[in-house]
């Protein structure tokens, strides 16, 4: 997929510049970013992003210095500069895009609060769809941000065509410090959706046997409200780089000749297994965003790795196990073959209904609200059947 990313905030912005350093290292180019903040000081801290790509707002109002965690001023500011950010947008391309990506911490001020706005915006112009990537603050952070968090996701949800969730507070390692773990978290973000977004590029080793391009990602993600990802990996067994002979000699022998391994097992069965293990662990482990996986309506399995280690059979067996377990019958997956010396498989729960960590979330928000805002109430019907106003109609 060809993705333009947008970073939001301060946490949006660290993340988009790792999303382009890490595709410059793979020189897979299928990556576009710029950052928006409302302050200087986090836009001059990016390595990736070139300067002209870097777009300040607000300045007239909080001086470069940031919104702190005032989310409501975070969308005043983007609705008043809107045009600044899509002439922005503009000026570097958009002829050749699948989908916007628009990163924010959901907990700060400016990514919280400006996301939705950018959003909506972009949807109005293009045709392409506008996903967003949203953090959830853990609750160590404290309440304010909880706060900001559902209030924000109560108006994404409404925006966004399609919102996937990555929460701190499932990633944090015990005793860590969520300042020390944030490098951590967001190569755990970039790794799993770097895969993701990749798929369907022609690589250095051509397509897969069965190719998940552009739409397929968006056909699973068109019903909108909040998704979830699963990652597993394993080490390859085939390491090293291989000239266009032994590739295609590889290619032969795993298509027609099925020779016992070392076990006595046959190879095409043995990574098949590979292949199915990798998805079961991908659901069932550690997801972006804990949730019931069953309450998911459609689902997209992708395996990336070697193409010696990839298998068609595994593929649609692994589809076919992840049918039986999600609430919806719609499941479409493929391959991805890269040269690496692991294996990966990436499992996409799009349109969950059940995820105990956004109940939580919306509870400790209502607590919160008399104490952070002194408007009148005006209680919505969010995501989850809870009542959290939104940053604007």
């Given at each position: 997929?060809?993705?333009?990313?947008?970073?939001?905030?301060?946490?949006?912005?660290?993340?988009?510049?790792?999303?382009?350093?890490?595709?410059?290292?793979?020189?897979?180019?299928?990556?576009?970013?710029?950052?928006?903040?409302?302050?200087?000081?986090?836009?001059?801290?990016?390595?990736?992003?070139?300067?002209?790509?870097?777009?300040?707002?607000?300045?007239?109002?909080?001086?470069?210095?940031?919104?702190?965690?005032?989310n409501a001023?975070?969308?005043?500011?983007?609705?008043?500069?809107?045009?600044?950010?899509v002439?922005?947008?503009?000026?570097?391309?958009?002829?050749?895009?699948?989908?916007?990506?628009?990163?924010?911490?959901?907990?700060?001020?400016?990514?919280s609060?400006?996301?939705?706005?950018?959003?909506?915006?972009?949807?109005?112009?293009y045709?392409?769809?506008?996903?967003v990537?949203g953090?959830?603050?853990?609750?160590?952070?404290?309440?304010?941000?909880?706060?900001?968090?559902?209030?924000?996701?109560?108006?994404?949800?409404k925006?966004?065509?399609?919102?996937?969730?990555?929460?701190?507070?499932?990633?944090?390692?015990?005793?860590?410090?969520?300042?020390?773990?944030?490098?951590?978290?967001?190569?755990?973000?970039?790794?799993?959706?770097?895969?993701?977004?990749?798929?369907?590029?022609?690589?250095?080793?051509?397509?897969?046997?069965?190719?998940?391009?552009?739409?397929?990602?968006?056909?699973?993600?068109?019903?909108?409200?909040?998704?979830?990802?699963?990652?597993?990996?394993?080490?390859?067994?085939?390491?090293?780089?291989?000239?266009?002979f032994?590739?295609?000699?590889?290619?032969i022998?795993?298509?027609?000749?099925?020779?016992p391994?070392?076990?006595?097992?046959?190879?095409?069965?043995?990574?098949?297994?590979?292949?199915?293990?990798?998805?079961?662990?991908?659901?069932?482990?550690?997801?972006?965003?804990?949730?019931?996986?069953?309450?998911?309506?459609?689902?997209?399995?992708?395996?990336?790795?070697?193409?010696?280690?990839?298998?068609r059979?595994?593929?649609?067996?692994?589809?076919?196990?992840?049918?039986?377990?999600?609430g919806?019958?719609?499941?479409?997956?493929?391959?991805?073959p890269?040269?690496?010396?692991y294996?990966?498989?990436?499992?996409?729960?799009?349109?969950?209904?059940?995820?105990?960590?956004?109940?939580?979330?919306?509870?400790?928000?209502?607590?919160?609200r008399?104490?952070?805002?002194?408007?009148?109430?005006?209680?919505?019907?969010?995501?989850?059947?809870?009542?959290?106003?939104?940053?604007?109609?």
């Amino acid at each position: 997929m060809r993705i333009f990313f947008i970073g939001f905030g301060q946490a949006g912005g660290k993340i988009v510049d790792m999303f382009i350093e890490h595709d410059r290292r793979l020189g897979t180019n299928s990556f576009r970013g710029m950052v928006v903040n409302t302050a200087r000081t986090d836009l001059m801290g990016l390595r990736n992003i070139a300067m002209k790509d870097r777009v300040l707002i607000g300045q007239t109002v909080v001086k470069g210095h940031g919104v702190g965690t005032d989310n409501a001023a975070g969308a005043k500011i983007t609705l008043e500069e809107i045009d600044t950010v899509v002439s922005a947008i503009d000026r570097m391309g958009t002829h050749d895009v699948d989908a916007f990506i628009i990163i924010a911490g959901l907990g700060g001020g400016t990514g919280s609060g400006g996301t939705p706005v950018l959003a909506r915006q972009l949807k109005k112009i293009y045709k392409e769809p506008v996903y967003v990537i949203g953090i959830l603050p853990a609750p160590e952070e404290g309440r304010l941000y909880t706060y900001n968090a559902a209030r924000s996701l109560t108006t994404l949800v409404k925006e966004a065509d399609n919102t996937f969730l990555f929460d701190n507070s499932a990633w944090k390692n015990e005793g860590e410090s969520i300042k020390s773990a944030f490098r951590r978290l967001n190569e755990e973000i970039v790794r799993r959706f770097g895969v993701l977004f990749r798929a369907g590029e022609v690589g250095k080793l051509g397509v897969g046997e069965m190719v998940v391009d552009s739409s397929e990602v968006i056909n699973t993600l068109r019903g909108g409200g909040i998704s979830s990802i699963g990652y597993a990996r394993a080490e390859a067994k085939t390491k090293g780089k291989k000239t266009r002979f032994e590739g295609v000699l590889t290619n032969i022998r795993k298509t027609i000749i099925r020779r016992p391994n070392e076990d006595g097992d046959l190879l095409g069965e043995d990574r098949t297994a590979k292949v199915i293990s990798l998805v079961r662990r991908a659901m069932l482990g550690r997801l972006t965003l804990p949730c019931d996986f069953s309450s998911a309506q459609r689902a997209l399995v992708l395996v990336a790795g070697p193409p010696e280690e990839l298998d068609r059979k595994g593929v649609d067996k692994a589809k076919s196990w992840v049918e039986e377990n999600i609430g919806g019958v719609e499941v479409r997956g493929g391959d991805y073959p890269l040269q690496s010396n692991y294996v990966a498989a990436v499992v996409v729960l799009a349109s969950i209904g059940n995820a105990p960590r956004i109940q939580e979330l919306l509870d400790i928000a209502k607590e919160t609200r008399e104490s952070v805002s002194k408007s009148k109430e005006n209680p919505q019907r969010s995501i989850f059947e809870e009542g959290i106003e939104p940053l604007f109609e």
